[in-house]
């Protein structure tokens, strides 16, 4: 079948699937591999350090400020449905919590971790489409490099604001109010 021939997948394709990980990416199914511990492990400490410090309305654990969201849907467009490992909506822009499936609200920050089976995916397409999309902030975590790079949208394109490695401690935006300990997000204990 030709390319304009070519049905493109919308999120009714994607619910029909039932449960299983799948995501549209220029309007084509791309199913989600099965994490690796690592990616699980990466994904979780990315996740628990954002919401402990950033999903509230301040107070002593962090300054607040954030909708911290793991695995969800978020609708980019009609044919582009991407389920970041993690995203982050800035409270003062987005005022209620995103609600529903897919979720229509663009965030202001998504955290990818990397696994072999979708490096190309995320550092490519789907870096692509959450510039095109307009997201401020996009991390990738590579767990298997130990690196973390964080980009920050500049006119239409990313650029890099911030690359760690292991051992380091850096103050990385947009959550630059706290210091982020690059171990803690590949398998370091917390202090």
């Known amino acids: 079948m030709s390319d304009a021939a070519r049905k493109l997948a919308t999120f009714d394709d994607l619910a029909a699937l039932g449960d299983a ?8 199914i791309v199913y989600k591999a099965e994490p690796s511990a690592e990616h699980g492990d990466a994904q979780l400490a990315l996740g628990a350090f954002l919401r402990q410090h950033f999903h509230r309305k301040g107070g002593p654990a962090g300054p607040g400020g954030w909708w911290i969201l793991t695995e969800v849907d978020i609708a980019l467009a009609e044919h582009e449905i991407y389920r970041p490992d993690v995203a982050g909506w800035r409270r003062d ?3 209620e919590r995103p609600t529903g499936r897919p979720l229509a609200v663009r965030p202001d920050f998504i955290g990818e971790i990397l696994s072999d089976s979708n490096a190309s995916t995320d550092q490519v397409d789907k870096f692509r489409g959450y510039a095109a999309s307009s997201v401020p902030f996009y991390w990738i975590a590579d767990p298997s490099r130990k690196i973390l790079t964080v980009y920050r ?3 239409t394109g990313y650029a890099v604001a911030l690359q760690a490695k292991h051992g380091e401690i850096v103050y990385a935006p947009p959550f630059e109010a ?14």
């Open 178 to 191: 706290l210091a982020l300990r690059i171990g803690l997000l590949f398998g370091d204990d917390p202090d």
């Open 21 to 28: 990980s799948a995501e549209i990416i220029q309007g084509v």
């Open 93 to 95: 822009r987005v005022i």
């Open 153 to 155: 949208l500049e006119g």
